[in-house]
């Protein structure tokens, strides 16, 4: 292949402040359309805007958590449009002295992306299309949005999705969003050029809108990038411009010749003061913050021997990384790690359904109940499958460890009583001796099955096996 992709991503990320950005309005995405709007926030002339301080603490706390600079001071201006979805006819936004600048996040494969920039912004209302006619809801106008920029480092589709998934676990954990694609509160506009391997000069980029899953990318991306590249090859030029991405079709098109920034005619909003933020504020919301999922993801490998696939599962919602910890607290065995580690994606994650239901990890198990069974799994007083059993119990009544497993349960089992189970199981499961002595060697699982049944789950599975074929052999 001798072209090569270059990406960039303007990534607009809804705030879960309680309200909106310039006005008391709640930012509830519950609730009849245009109930939660007010004078400001549907922009009424002579109306004065405020801004709400949380969202500049939650616009910090995203720069710190993609190793932004923080401007001591910026500021917020006008960008002019005419469009039903705002009804002013501009937006405030930040234009030349946005929040946070310089940051970066880093790829698996080693690659550092650039963030150029993220500013905060009010969101527009919503266009409803129906019955040939169109209405519009402004309870989303004023919602506060940052919009995070990179700079065209993106030499991959694949490198674009991870970063987005990146960005949406880090602003999940340090809650300042939750960065549903589906829902919007995590859009992203794609800007896509191509270039000759080894040049240089970045080609002209086309700006994909409004992206909403990482599959409909991963196809614009490879529509757009054929298209770029056969306009070329034919000696013609990639004209700068904003396209949709039709899903049904899979094809781009255009919306609109792209505008330059003059033709916003940005200017520095004149109802509202700079922003200042002392570096002392800074300090505290960094120290504030909470453990990263990729540093997590780091530390869970080396302080708890986790295999890294694993780890990666645990780390992906920030409730399970933290039930899995507090679970831990008092262990030291490195058992323990993996055996909490295996009982939660193995047990407890087959009982969810949904993203939304590992998000919420809410099951009945609490953390003491589950240290007290790794407990006894360190302490060989139970073994795997009773823990296995009693947590499946646990998970669906409830109940308590020592209410799932009883004083009998826990009494280790003998020589002689697992010799006697062994013996049981031989003299009723004679299809299973006969199909083992005729070479089927998995018949044997069988037989193993009636002793773990016999013996509650007490049964060492191994030994009874090797009891198992000596006396089926003698
Ligand atoms: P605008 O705000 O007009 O869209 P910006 O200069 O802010 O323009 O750039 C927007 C995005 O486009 C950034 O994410 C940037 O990395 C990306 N970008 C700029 N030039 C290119 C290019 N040649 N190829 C791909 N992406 C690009
Ligand atoms: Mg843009
Ligand atoms: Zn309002």
Redesign the pocket.
């Known amino acids: 292949m001798k072209y090569e992709i270059?990406?960039?991503?303007?990534t607009h990320v809804e705030l879960s402040t309680k309200t909106k950005i310039f006005c008391g309005c709640t930012t509830s995405f519950k609730g009849e359309p245009n109930t939660h709007c007010c004078p400001i926030c549907i922009g009424l002339p002579g109306t004065m805007p405020k801004l709400n301080e949380e969202v500049v603490n939650f616009a910090i706390m995203a720069g710190l958590a993609t190793n932004c600079k923080i401007a001591e001071f910026s500021k917020m201006d006008r960008k002019n449009y005419v469009y039903p979805d705002l009804p002013k006819a501009y937006q405030i936004s930040q234009h030349d002295k946005p929040l946070c600048y310089d940051g970066s996040i880093s790829l698996s494969n080693g690659r550092v992306i650039?963030i150029?920039?993220i500013h905060i912004e009010e969101d527009a209302g919503k266009l409803i299309h129906q019955a040939g006619k169109t209405f519009v809801d402004y309870n989303r106008g004023g919602v506060p949005l940052i919009e995070i920029?990179?700079?065209?480092?993106?030499r991959d589709v694949e490198e674009a999705v991870e970063y987005l998934e990146l960005l949406q676990l880090n602003m999940r954990y340090i809650n300042v969003s939750d960065c549903k694609m589906q829902e919007g509160s995590l859009r992203c506009?794609v800007?896509?050029?191509v270039?000759l391997k080894g040049e240089e000069k970045?080609?002209?980029?086309t700006?994909i809108k409004n992206m909403n899953s990482f599959n409909n990318i991963r196809k614009a991306v490879n529509f757009e990038k054929e298209r770029q590249i056969e306009i070329l090859e034919n000696g013609g030029k990639v004209q700068q411009e904003t396209l949709r991405f039709d899903v049904a079709t899979g094809v781009t098109s255009p919306m609109r010749s792209?505008?330059?920034?003059h033709d916003y005619r940005y200017f520095k909003e004149p109802d509202l003061g700079l922003i200042y933020v002392e570096r002392q504020k800074v300090e505290e919301i960094k120290k504030s913050l909470p453990e990263l999922a990729h540093n997590k993801l780091l530390r869970y490998v080396e302080e708890f021997k986790l295999p890294v696939l694993d780890a990666k599962l645990l780390v992906e919602y920030k409730a399970v990384a933290d039930y899995f910890e507090k679970s831990v607290e008092n262990v030291k065995d490195v058992n323990s790690y993996k055996n909490c580690c295996n009982l939660i994606l193995s047990l407890i994650f087959s009982k969810f359904e949904t993203e939304a239901e590992k998000e919420n990890f809410k099951i009945l198990v609490s953390e003491k109940e589950m240290a007290k069974l790794l407990n006894l799994l360190e302490t060989k007083k139970i073994r795997n499958n009773m823990a296995k059993k009693a947590l499946e119990e646990m998970l669906e009544t409830g109940k308590k460890v020592e209410e799932v497993i009883s004083f009998e349960d826990l009494k280790e089992i003998t020589k002689e009583e697992l010799e006697n189970f062994c013996k049981d199981a031989v003299k009723n499961n004679e299809k299973a001796v006969k199909d083992f002595l005729n070479g089927k060697t998995k018949a044997i699982k069988a037989l193993v099955g009636h002793v773990m049944k016999l013996s509650k789950g007490r049964a060492d599975a191994n030994l009874a096996e090797k009891i198992l074929e000596e006396l089926i052999n003698k």
């Open positions: 270059v990406l960039g991503l303007e650039g150029e920039r920029v990179t700079r065209p480092d993106f506009d800007n896509v050029s270039r970045l080609g002209t980029r700006e792209k505008e330059d920034a």
